[in-house]
C-alpha cells in the first residue's frame, strides 16, 4: 500500500482530480509532500473499435448485429463495441463446444490436454502486462492489483491445473474420473480475468468444453485470452467467448446441450440459476455473494491487523466477494484500531488506476456506484456515523472515497446486506463467544479473517466460523491449490485446489 502524503491535488494525465489530501502530514518545513504522477504506459495495448465474438475458433458479429459500449469507469468514455450474443449465436457455441468434446478434446489424453493449458499461461506471461493494462482500462482497479494479483494468479491457475490433467486418476476424485462435457460458465465484472482462469483452467483440464459469459461491463480481457487460444492453437469450439449482458447469460445456461453450469456473482441471480437448472440433469456451481467478517481480538498486533484490515476492505475497491466488510473488534481496543485505521487510510490514494501509486481505483460502473451509495445513505439513516479521509476524487467517471462506519449494530443495512464497494462497518464484541455469534449472524459464508496472537484462538475461531475460507493473521491470501466457496447464501461446489476439479467429473 501507497504511503502517500499528498498536500495537494495530482492531476495525472487522462485524469481530473485524483488523490486523497492527507491531513496533518507535512514535511519539517510544513510543505507538504506530493507524489509525482507514475502512470502505466497504454502504449502496449490496442483497443479496437469493435469487438466480435469468440465463437468455434473465429471471432465473427453476433447473428443479429447487436452490439454495447464497454467503457472505462474512471472516465466514463466508451471504449469500444461489443458483440452481444443472441438465442443463435448460443446454439453455434455451444454446438462447436459439443463436437469439439466429442471430436477432440474428451478423447485427447491429458498429458496433451495439459500442454495447451501450460502455453496458455505461458502466453499470459509473456503478455502480462499488456492484461494488466487493459484489465485496469477496462475495470478500473489499479495497475498494481492487476499487475502484482489478477494476471499473475490466472497465469498460475492455468499452470496448476495443467499439472492435474494427466493425473485425474490419482486425484482422490473416484475411479477414472469422466468429464461432463459442455460447460456454461457465466462470471462477473470484479477480477474479469482471473474469474474467467477460474473457471476454464479445470474445466479444461477434466476434459470439458466451455462457453464463457464475460460480464457486460469487462468483456476486454476474457476477448484477449479469446485471443491466447487462438495463439497456442487450442482446438476450434474448445473454449468459446459470449459476450452480452444478463440475458446472454440466462439463455446460455438454460440452453439444453449444457452439462455443467459454473456461476460466480450475486445471490439474486444464483438463485434464479439454481431455480432454472433445477429438474435439469446440469450440474451446478455458484460462487455468490458475501459479508464476511474479520475479527481482532485484543492481543492481535495493531498494526499488523490494520493492514489485513486495508486489504480486506479497499483491496480492489472492495468490489470482492470474501471482502472482510464487517469489522469485528473487540471491545477493549475498538478504540485504538479505529484510530490507527483512520490515520492509515490518510495515505491511501485514489484516483487513477494507471498510475502506479494508486491504490484504490474506480467503480466499476453508474450501477455499482449508485448501489454503494444508496446503502450508505441507508447506514447513516439508520444511525451509524460516517467517515471518509479528506479525498477529492476525480470529476469524471465513477468514485467512491474509502468510507467507514461506526456505531454499526447488527440490524443495520450496511452490516447485513453485500455494498460491494470500499465500505466497512465497523461492529464491537466482548467475548469468543460474542465474536463467533456475530461473524456468523449473516445469511453468506464465504470468508472471515481472525486477528490474535494465540494460535489456539485461532483453531478455536476457524471451527466455529461458518465461512469456506478462513483466514488467520492475513486477509485476501488467494493460491491456485486452495479450494475457495462458501456455506449458506454464498453458493455452493468449491473453486480452486483439488476440489475444483471434482465440480468438473463424473466418477
Ligand atoms: P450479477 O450476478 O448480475 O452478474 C454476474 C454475471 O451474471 C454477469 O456476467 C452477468 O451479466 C450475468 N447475469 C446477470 N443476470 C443473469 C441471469 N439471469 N442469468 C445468467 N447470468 C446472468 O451481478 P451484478 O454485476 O449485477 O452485480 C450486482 C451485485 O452482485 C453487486 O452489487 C454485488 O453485490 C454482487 N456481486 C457479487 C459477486 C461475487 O463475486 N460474489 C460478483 C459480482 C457481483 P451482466 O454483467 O452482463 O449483467
Known sequence: MGSGKSGKKNTPAGVADVGVVAEGVVDTDGAAWEYAPAPE????????????????????????????????????????????????????????????????????????????????????????????????????????????????????????????????????????????????????????????????????????????????????????????????????????????????????????????????????????????????????????GGKAANIVFDDAPVEQAVEGIVNGIFFNQGHVCCAGSRLLVQESVAEAVVDRLKHRLQTLRVGDPLDKNTDVGAINSRQQLDKITELTAAGEAEGAERWSPPCRLPDTGFWFPPTVFTGVSQSHRIAREEIFGPVLSVLTFRTPDEAVAKANNTPYGLSAGIWTDKGSRILWMAQRMRAGVVWANTYNRFDPTSPFGGYKESGYGREGGRHGLAAYVDV
Open 41 to 288: 504506459s497504454r502504449d502496449i495495448v490496442t483497443i479496437a473499435p469493435e469487438y466480435g465474438l469468440f465463437i468455434n475458433g473465429e471471432f465473427r458479429p453476433s447473428a443479429a448485429g447487436r452490439t454495447f459500449a464497454t467503457i472505462n469507469p474512471a472516465t466514463g468514455e466508451p471504449l469500444a463495441k461489443v458483440a452481444e450474443a443472441g438465442p443463435a449465436d448460443i446454439d453455434h457455441a455451444v454446438a462447436a463446444a459439443r463436437a469439439a468434446y466429442e471430436n477432440a478434446w474428451g478423447p485427447m489424453p491429458g498429458s496433451e490436454r495439459a500442454k495447451y493449458l501450460f502455453r496458455i499461461a505461458r502466453v499470459l506471461q509473456e503478455r502480462s502486462r499488456e492484461f494488466a493494462v487493459l484489465e485496469s482500462i477496462d475495470n478500473g482497479k489499479p495497475i498494481r492489483e492487476s499487475r502484482d494479483v489478477d494476471i499473475p494468479l490466472a497465469a498460475a491457475h492455468f499452470f496448476y491445473y495443467a499439472g492435474w490433467a494427466d493425473k485425474l486418476d490419482h486425484a482422490g476424485l473416484g475411479p477414472a474420473p469422466r468429464p461432463l462435457g459442455v460447460a456454461a460458465q457465466v462470471i462477473p465484472w470484479n477480477f474479469p480475468l482471473l474469474m474467467a482462469a477460474w473457471k476454464l483452467a479445470p474445466a479444461l483440464a477434466a476434459g470439458n468444453t466451455c462457453v464463457l459469459k464475460p460480464a457486460e461491463t469487462t468483456p476486454l480481457t476474457a476477448l484477449l485470452l479469446a485471443e491466447v487460444c487462438q495463439q497456442v492453437g487450442l482446438p476450434s469450439g474448445v473454449v468459446s467467448v459470449l459476450t452480452g449482458a444478463g440475458e446472454t447469460g440466462a439463455a446460455l445456461v438454460t440452453h439444453p446441450d449444457v452439462d455443467k453450469i459454473a456461476f460466480t456473482g450475486s445471490t439474486e441471480v444464483g438463485k434464479q440459476i439454481a431455480a432454472s437448472a433445477a429438474g435439469t440433469p446440469k450440474k451446478l456451481t455458484l460462487e455468490l
